[in-house]
């Protein structure tokens, strides 16, 4: 049962389905909060849970230095650790290693780099991302990948797509934590001819399900859609896709027309701690004076903690004031705005008004943007 | 009703009251939480009530100056704006206006200071401070005082009582918000011939309960003490006494078996900022590296949600990494530690086994301690 992957409805390119993990099934398209530390920032589990959050991101890399894995382990394991009953992913560290690249020493075996935490010297293989995310026993694993900057030229590009693929039979071939579901990453830039050649070979490995990494790294918007459009037809319908990195609403909306089931971002709780809201009207600054004696919840028929107590005037004192409080009410807010709005989108799929309702959203959002 | 002060038992100088107040009775003694800019930092007003608190401090010279008083009162008073169903007391303003007295010129008639947000000039009267405590709609409006540091000469000392009692008599003069209550302060440091005749003073103008202002300014832990214990003889029995600043578990137990029935602090919620738990077998300070590993909630058989959730060894790297989930879940805890601490200490009091109980309290946090 767990890894199966049921597709509920779909409409056009965007599909509603469940996953099945070892802790409970995910209803997709599924918006995963990121807990890089163990902690979605100022954000308890239970809440996370009252929210509607299903599935929360864990870093390897960052975990792996602090507390460690191997701690973790012994404490149980990131579920018990953390507090959170739901179902985790972790990533493999890839990411942190390759946007650290200034110290990196990148090779087919594995790559070595400095810590962030004190500077010293480690490495890591394919080998090792997936003996810590066996220790942190998350529900799915990623497998350790490449992923460059965009822009580069199409020799490093070409060289990210190789070793990728080759990390990628070297993780399949690792033996995940008992019920762990292992996850695939397909690399290529906005290059279709790569991503179709990297596609081709991580589909052929069999795994649970597939990413689409590399993008959100600095391409245009459209490059970026498009891109997504393409390689998300490369991956099988079956299997779920995962987009890494995307959180805006317009984001979030377009990549699922595109056939996109799961994503994750920072952008609600670090948006939140910049004073901003996400709203169905469009993001407001908390910080702008005509909130100051402003009534009205953040959104009207949001029914977060924030909004069904407080008002638009606290919340601006509170995030003027540096009270911890106003980053806590803003982060549970774009926490649900972001799950609620990914909820509404699989209810509109499962109608089969997928498109209609994405582009009313999107002009509403829009149009109070001004 | 409201201003009633039932006293339910008595045990030594030591009384277990309720103080009745526009938003409900308080059992006492009781720990006040301090809400200093509207928001008891980093926790929500749902949380503070599952905590356990009854009444919460609001601070009337940083509301003056944001978000303003009148801003305030226009959005519904304090309560409705900071989403707090309880009691509330509000302080003066005078302890912030003196304890930044470089700047400011005091005079009879009022104190002229400069604003520590934009170092305006501005002017505090008693008249004013009652007047922004009526705005704010506090349920316990405090006089305004004269609060001088420890160690100044006695004519200094004098020169405060007597403004102290000034004031004390212009607000008094001075038209509460309905159903508001109003304290005046006892002040003359650790002068206990000053003390009488302050006390004789505020007494004499009927306040609705009184405070023992101007200790923990500097002065030793024994004076301190000391002065307690005379000043709660000379404010009288049916009135409850408020014991301004004081929050650590030795201080508060010891103001309570002095006759003191109420106090606030911001040492639990400050201390979780400095990653330091409360607990009944002293204070932890969660840095250190032998809790890396510690399955052991913070306090055993303490039911907060930090306890009955999260180990040691999870709210160390927490604290470590910075997570703001780490001081929410220290101040959580702490909070709940004084709270329960004080229910605890009631009902010593009503079995009429407080001291005895007090000492083996204080026992037991001290020998861990070490």
Redesign the interface.
Known sequence: MTGRFDIEASDGAARAGILHTAHGPIETPVFMPVGT???V??????ELHDLGAQIVLGNSYHLYF??GAD?IA??GGLHR???WDGAILTDSGGYQVFSLRDTAAIEDDGVEFRSVYDGSRHRFTPELAMQIQRLLGSDIAMAFDECPPAGVEREKLQDAVRRTSLWAERCRACEPAPGQLVFGICQGGVDLELRERSAAHIVSLGFDGHAIGGLTVGETREAMFETTRATAQMLPAQRPRYFMGIGDPEGVLEVIARGVDMFDCVLPTRTARTGSALTSEGRLNLRNARF??D?RPLDEGCSC?ACS???R??I???V??Q??????LLSLHNLRFLLDLVAAARQAIERGEFLTWKDEALRRAKGANE
């Not at 920032?41 to 239970?46: H, M, Y």
């Not at 009270?323 to 806590?328: P, S």
């Open positions: 530390k163990a902690s920032k100022a954000v308890l589990p239970g602090r507390p701690r012994r404490l650790f953390m507090g100051a004696s009534e903690p107590r407080f008002s005037a606290y601006r004192h509170l003027n004031q009270e911890i409080l106003g980053l806590r």
